[in-house]
């Protein structure tokens, strides 16, 4: 199987995110700031913010929606082509 690198979002109430990288090079999770907008037309902006500027997966401002049916947030707009689903990471509590 090739190996793929993965980009791990973490998003707190606080406002704060912690992005983890996983590929074959060993680096320090990248943290910043987050904040949700909207703009004249209703759309939802998730804009970031962090100390180096540099933004990898996620663009520093970005479309987000919500579909409901698979409880999944959506992505559009920065360097997408299209709509892409982010998969949802659930933490499982002790024991199971």
Do not use: A
């Amino acid at each position: 199987m090739p190996f793929r690198t993965t980009f791990r979002y973490t998003f707190s109430s606080d406002g704060s995110y912690t992005l983890r990288i996983r590929d074959d090079v060993s680096r320090e999770p990248e943290k910043g700031e987050w904040r949700l907008t909207s703009d004249d037309k209703g759309k939802v902006h998730l804009t970031l913010r962090n100390k180096t500027g540099k933004y990898y997966w996620l663009p520093q401002d970005c479309i987000i929606g919500y579909d409901e049916s698979t409880d999944s947030m959506l992505i559009s707009g920065g360097h997408f082509r299209g709509i892409h689903k982010l998969e949802k990471m659930v933490k499982q509590k002790p024991g199971k």
